[in-house]
Structures are given as C-alpha cells and as structure tokens.
Nanobody, 115 residues
Framework: QVQLVESGGGLVQPGGSLRLSCVAS????????VRWYRQASGKQRELVAT???????NYAESVKGRFTISRDNTKNTVYLQMSSLKPEDTAVYYC?????????WGQGIQVTVSS
C-alpha cells in the first residue's frame, strides 16, 4: 500500500523540542524529494521544509535555524527536528511526496505549542 504515516507530534511548551517522523511505504522512497507542510487552524497550508534526493534542504524563513529536515533511506523515513518551538508553530504537520501519479500526503500530525 502506497502511503505516508506521520508520528511524533503532541503538546510541548514554548522553547521545547519535538521530532516528527514520516514513514513511506509502497514506493521507491530514495528516488523522491520530500516536503513537510503545516496548516494552522483557519490558515492556508504552508511549506515548511524540503529535502531532495541529493540531501539538499530548504526552509521557510519562519523556521530557519530552528527546524532541521533529514532523511534515512534505509528506513524509508524523513524527519523534522523542531527546536525553540513557538506558539505560532502550532499546526497540523503533513509530509508530502510528489509522485508521477500526483501528490501523496500523510494523514497529518498535530503539534501544539502552549504553556
């Protein structure tokens, strides 16, 4: 079954850290770039971070220096390490791969930053 499954979200205090994971199945994972998006309540989905097959990375300005995207092709997994979290990072986070057949999305994982 072709799917992406996110995990690792939850409630964290401002200034804290979380690591999100996204496990892919049913695809040749190493052949694709991967993106993390997020969508806060009442807002449009926004691109947070990208990692290419060659391990090049790119970040939204709002998370640069705080978030790190990485991948482990042996585990078909992409990670998003989030540090110095702020209340404005609260959102549902999604991983995404663009297949020839179209975009593949995970189910999303809630991250809440609150004291």
């Amino acid at each position: 079954q072709v799917q992406l499954v996110e995990s690792g979200g939850g409630l964290v205090q401002p200034g804290g850290s979380l690591r999100l994971s996204c496990v892919a199945s049913g695809i040749n994972f190493s052949a694709y770039g991967v993106r993390w998006y997020r969508q806060a309540s009442g807002k449009q989905r926004e691109l947070v971070a990208t990692i290419t097959t060659g391990l090049n990375t790119n970040y939204a300005e709002s998370v640069k220096g705080r978030f790190t995207i990485s991948r482990d092709n042996t585990k078909n997994t992409v990670y998003l390490q989030m540090s110095s979290l702020k209340p404005e990072d609260t959102a549902v986070y999604y991983c995404n791969i663009i297949l020839l057949a179209g975009p593949l999305w995970g189910q999303g994982i809630q991250v809440t930053v609150s004291s």
